[in-house]
């Protein structure tokens, strides 16, 4: 096992390691040596073997089965999709946890002033009514980012898309994503037995001549993300999105082409809101979610466009949760239009392009220059996406692995890790060195633990 292995630290060890899980020469339930027949095969001390094992579990590749031994780990937690199960994350619990692309809990506005405006009971007495409430439907109509021709609210960001979906594709379509992007895209890509089309993008969002490409294959939908793209941090200006509308209006293979644009950092985005909707009204359904920005667990989120898709969406949730809690609804438009609530939901955008600049000019110190990122995520690359989870491990943070991200045909190569550079309140320093280490080509033998 241990043939090729020419250095002997712990950091080379767990490394070394790291790389056979990754190349699948240890499979999931294979058992690893004991730490003392490891460090007699090796020529070192069990102290050292020792500190690669921690290593390893705690960036989740190995698990302790005490006196049975320790092994690969397997995969855990069946009910969840398969890209999604790698980022669930199912190791020793990390100093800093970097790995979950959620907000910073911190920075979610108080529900107390909108939970005591919303009436203690649920008053709803029909089945029948309309699915949004009039109030909040304007609310929403007046920040929407261009004109829409009917709007609707469901339960969280993935709702929306996976309703879209299913309301304008068919087993067997093709679809067109952006690549990196939100694993769960593809988990329900798969699900619905439609086939993803990659496309490249790059600081201002996807690149034209990639789609240019892609509307060759005749696909029925476009799924992309105009602001704080999941993992870059990305956002699309209006120069390219109106550039993008006018590839797809003049290319003769996207007749019946729709956008689905996830907005679901937009209240977070220091950028400018942009949808395709403005040039191309009678093909987008915008979503807008409000998780990033207001909590998680509200689960919801505003979904609109050309009225006959949206109806469509309607009519299908009819028949299944039938609508979006108007409690709910309720908390959202007392926190969409309550004076402090709207200042939270400000300095938690400010918070979070402040944590960004911070960790990406530390990271430019140590030698690491990156574009900027919107939103809470950053995309870094490194030179080994295992050996890096493994030296991050050890210095005490958790990030995401890159290749679920991908959306080649092999879950290897992305050589990236996506970073959640919005929990990063303090120690920017600290965490850029321990990050700027693990981009590097080789492997560093010292970096600072996060206490």
Same mark, same amino acid.
């Given at each position: 096992?241990?043939?090729?292995?020419?250095? /002997?630290?712990?950091?080379?060890?767990?490394?070394?390691?790291?790389?056979?899980?990754?190349?699948?020469?240890?499979?999931?339930?294979?058992?690893?040596?004991?730490?003392?027949?490891?460090?007699?095969?090796?020529?070192?001390?069990?102290?050292?073997?020792?500190?690669?094992?921690?290593?390893?579990?705690?960036? !989740?590749?190995?698990?302790?089965?005490?006196?049975?031994?320790?092994?690969?780990?397997? @995969?855990?937690?069946?009910?969840?999709?398969?890209?999604?199960?790698?980022?669930?994350?199912?190791?020793?619990?990390?100093?800093?946890?970097?790995?979950?692309?959620?907000?910073?809990?911190?920075?979610?506005?108080?529900?107390?002033?909108?939970?005591?405006?919303?009436?203690?009971?649920?008053?709803?007495?029909?089945?029948?009514?309309?699915?949004?409430?009039?109030?909040?439907?304007?609310? $929403?109509?007046?920040?929407?980012?261009?004109?829409?021709?009917?709007?609707?609210?469901?339960?969280?960001?993935?709702?929306?898309?996976?309703?879209?979906?299913?309301?304008?594709?068919?087993?067997?379509?093709?679809?067109?994503? @952006?690549?990196?992007?939100?694993?769960?895209?593809?988990?329900? $890509?798969?699900?619905?037995?439609?086939? /993803?089309?990659?496309?490249?993008?790059?600081?201002?969002?996807?690149?034209?001549?990639?789609?240019?490409?892609?509307?060759?294959?005749?696909?029925?939908?476009?799924?992309?993300?105009?602001?704080?793209?999941?993992?870059?941090?990305?956002?699309?200006?209006?120069?390219?999105?109106? @550039?993008?509308?006018?590839?797809?209006?003049?290319?003769?293979?996207?007749?019946?082409?729709?956008?689905?644009?996830?907005?679901?950092?937009?209240?977070?985005?220091?950028?400018?809101?942009?949808?395709?909707?403005?040039?191309?009204?009678?093909?987008?359904?915008?979503?807008?979610?409000?998780?990033?920005?207001?909590?998680?667990? $509200?689960?919801?989120?505003?979904? !609109?466009?050309?009225?006959?898709?949206?109806?469509?969406?309607?009519?299908?949730?009819?028949?299944?949760?039938?609508?979006?809690?108007?409690?709910?609804?309720?908390?959202?438009? @007392?926190?969409?239009?309550?004076?402090?609530?709207?200042?939270?939901?400000?300095?938690? /955008?400010?918070?979070?392009?402040?944590?960004?600049?911070?960790?990406?000019?530390?990271?430019?110190?140590?030698?690491?220059?990156?574009? /900027?990122?919107?939103?809470?995520?950053?995309?870094?690359?490194?030179?080994?996406?295992?050996?890096?989870?493994?030296?991050?491990?050890?210095?005490?943070?958790?990030?995401?692995?890159?290749?679920?991200?991908?959306?080649?045909?092999?879950?290897?190569?992305?050589?990236?890790?996506?970073?959640?550079?919005?929990?990063?309140?303090?120690?920017?320093?600290?965490?850029?060195?321990?990050?700027?280490?693990?981009?590097?080509?080789?492997?560093?033998?010292?970096?600072? $633990?996060?206490?």
């Amino acid at each position: 096992m241990f043939e090729q292995l020419t250095e /002997r630290s712990p950091d080379a060890i767990a490394g070394y390691l790291a790389r056979l899980i990754s190349t699948g020469e240890l499979a999931p339930g294979d058992r690893l040596p004991t730490v003392r027949e490891a460090a007699s095969a090796l020529g070192v001390s069990p102290a050292t073997v020792s500190q690669s094992w921690q290593a390893l579990s705690r960036a !989740g590749l190995i698990t302790s089965r005490g006196r049975a031994g320790s092994f690969v780990s397997a @995969e855990r937690r069946e009910w969840l999709p398969p890209r999604t199960l790698w980022l669930a994350g199912h190791g020793e619990p990390a100093r800093l946890d970097l790995s979950r692309g959620a907000p910073d809990p911190s920075l979610l506005p108080s529900l107390t002033r909108a939970l005591g405006r919303v009436s203690a009971r649920a008053e709803t007495t029909s089945y029948h009514e309309a699915p949004v409430l009039p109030e909040l439907g304007r609310v $929403l109509q007046e920040r929407w980012p261009a004109a829409s021709e009917s709007l609707t609210v469901v339960d969280g960001a993935m709702d929306a898309v996976s309703r879209s979906l299913e309301a304008v594709a068919r087993f067997g379509d093709r679809v067109i994503v @952006e690549s990196p992007a939100f694993p769960p895209f593809f988990d329900l $890509l798969e699900t619905l037995g439609l086939e /993803r089309v990659p496309v490249g993008l790059d600081a201002d969002g996807i690149l034209p001549g990639d789609l240019q490409a892609a509307l060759r294959l005749k696909p029925t939908a476009l799924l992309l993300q105009p602001r704080a793209q999941n993992p870059t941090g990305a956002s699309m200006t209006p120069e390219r999105a109106e @550039e993008l509308a006018r590839v797809i209006s003049t290319s003769r293979d996207a007749d019946d082409l729709v956008i689905i644009e996830d907005d679901h950092s937009g209240a977070i985005s220091t950028s400018p809101d942009v949808s395709l909707g403005r040039w191309l009204p009678d093909r987008v359904l915008h979503v807008q979610s409000f998780s990033k920005s207001h909590g998680p667990d $509200l689960r919801i989120a505003a979904l !609109g466009g050309p009225g006959h898709l949206v109806d469509r969406v309607v009519a299908r949730r009819m028949l299944g949760p039938g609508w979006t809690s108007r409690m709910t609804q309720g908390i959202l438009f @007392e926190l969409l239009t309550d004076g402090s609530s709207l200042d939270e939901v400000a300095e938690a /955008r400010r918070q979070y392009d402040s944590r960004q600049r911070s960790l990406r000019d530390a990271l430019a110190g140590f030698g690491v220059t990156l574009p /900027r990122a919107d939103g809470i995520n950053l995309w870094l690359p490194v030179a080994d996406e295992r050996s890096a989870l493994v030296q991050l491990a050890a210095a005490g943070i958790r990030v995401a692995p890159g290749a679920p991200f991908v959306a080649g045909d092999s879950a290897r190569g992305a050589d990236h890790v996506r970073v959640t550079a919005g929990m990063v309140a303090e120690e920017a320093p600290a965490v850029a060195s321990a990050l700027a280490a693990a981009a590097l080509p080789t492997p560093s033998a010292a970096f600072p $633990l996060l206490r």
